[in-house]
C-alpha cells in the first residue's frame, strides 16, 4: 500500500512539472515573440506544439507568420487551430456553411 501511495505521488509530482514546464516554455515564446525575437518565439512555439496540440499556440503561431507576412504559414496554423477548435474561429459556426 505504501509504494503505491509512493508511485502515485511521484507521478503527480512529474506530471505538475511536465505542466509547469509547458506553461514556462510559451511565457517565454510570448517574451521573446513581444521582444522583438519573432524568430526565436516562433521556432520554441513549433517545438511545443508537436507534443502539445494546443489550438491557442496554433493560432498565436498563425498570427506571428502572419505579421511576418508569410501568408501561407499563416494559413496552415489558422486552419489547425480553427480544426481543433472552432472557438478561435472568425465564424460563430466554425466557417462550416
Request: glycine share 6%; no cysteine; proline share 4%.
Amino acid at each position: 500500500m505504501k509504494v503505491l501511495a509512493l508511485v502515485i505521488m511521484f507521478v503527480s509530482l512529474v506530471t505538475v512539472s511536465f505542466s509547469w514546464a509547458n506553461e514556462a516554455a510559451l511565457k517565454e515564446a510570448h517574451s521573446l515573440y513581444y521582444n522583438g525575437e519573432k524568430e526565436a518565439a516562433i521556432k520554441m512555439m513549433e517545438e511545443y506544439v508537436e507534443s502539445n496540440p494546443d489550438p491557442g499556440v496554433y493560432y498565436f503561431l498563425g498570427y506571428a507568420y502572419y505579421e511576418m507576412k508569410d501568408m501561407d504559414q499563416a494559413n496552415e496554423y489558422f486552419r489547425e487551430s480553427f480544426r481543433l477548435k472552432d472557438f478561435y474561429s472568425p465564424m460563430p459556426d466554425g466557417g462550416s456553411k
